[in-house]
């Protein structure tokens, strides 16, 4: 259980941390340096959007503004938020539901993005892979430097974090300070869904994973174990009017 008593003492002390360092007008007596006060800002956003996706720390840096999705349940006609992820790893893109949530989230980055403007402003991103840099568009992790917009690059929010973690003050078993990598929140999605019961070849397709297998793989075994549930999830059987495999969480 400490693996998860950690991860959610985290999200606390990042929440408070975030909250301590934001202030509430530029120059405010006691505020921190506006360094400070973006860093915390940003560390509080990428783990929330990370820990309520499960998604890919490259594919949170390239959503924008144009990755929200009305969609109309057929049923009810009630419209749905979802969120459009972008192809990555696996070129393959995805829809994901927007909790309250995580909807509450993103709409404190895109007030802080826009800085009281009507629209966002249009940054570009240098792919290192591909060695080229994307057309202009309303990314919603882009910060101010200077006189101009930038894109959020994953160094800065390795910096983010480490910053966030060492004012928390949160240690490890050996009172050394804790070290979360982005990555880390995408298992701790994981291991909470298949706690709470989803379905392995559900968070699978979440997750944005060929295999159940690779899913299976960043759940940790010993936390659904300690909280009452089998971690051993076992193949139903093979049918011929359904998907080749069935995957249940038995507890």
Avoid at 29 to 34: I, N
Wanted: with cysteine.
């Amino acid at each position: 259980m400490r693996g998860q008593l950690t991860a959610t003492a985290v999200h606390v002390r990042l929440q408070k941390v975030g909250t301590d360092d934001h202030p509430g007008k530029p120059g405010a007596p006691g505020s921190p340096p506006p360094a400070r006060s973006g860093r915390a800002f940003w560390a509080w956003a990428i783990v929330e959007v990370l820990r309520h996706t499960g998604m890919r720390i490259e594919e949170a840096l390239e959503l924008t503004h144009h990755s929200f999705v009305a969609y109309q349940l057929p049923t009810t006609g009630e419209i749905v938020p979802m969120l459009q992820v972008a192809p990555s790893k696996l070129d393959q893109e995805r829809l994901l539901l927007v909790s309250p949530e995580l909807g509450e989230v993103l709409t404190a980055i895109i007030h802080r993005v826009r800085r009281g403007q009507q629209a966002m402003p249009l940054v570009s991103v240098y792919d290192s892979l591909e060695r080229l840099w994307s057309a202009p568009m309303p990314f919603l992790f882009q910060r101010r430097c200077g006189p101009e917009d930038r894109a959020i690059p994953r160094n800065y929010i390795y910096t983010c974090l480490n910053d966030a973690l060492a004012a928390s003050g949160l240690t490890g078993p050996g009172n050394e300070q804790l070290r979360y990598m982005p990555h880390d929140f995408r298992r701790i999605f994981v291991t909470d869904a298949l706690r709470s019961g989803l379905p392995p070849h559900i968070a699978a397709r979440i997750c944005g994973h060929r295999k159940v297998d690779t899913t299976l793989g960043y759940a940790k075994a010993r936390e659904l174990h300690q909280t009452g549930a089998k971690s051993q999830v076992t193949c139903l059987r093979r049918r011929p009017d359904g998907p080749q495999r069935y995957y249940e969480l038995a507890f």
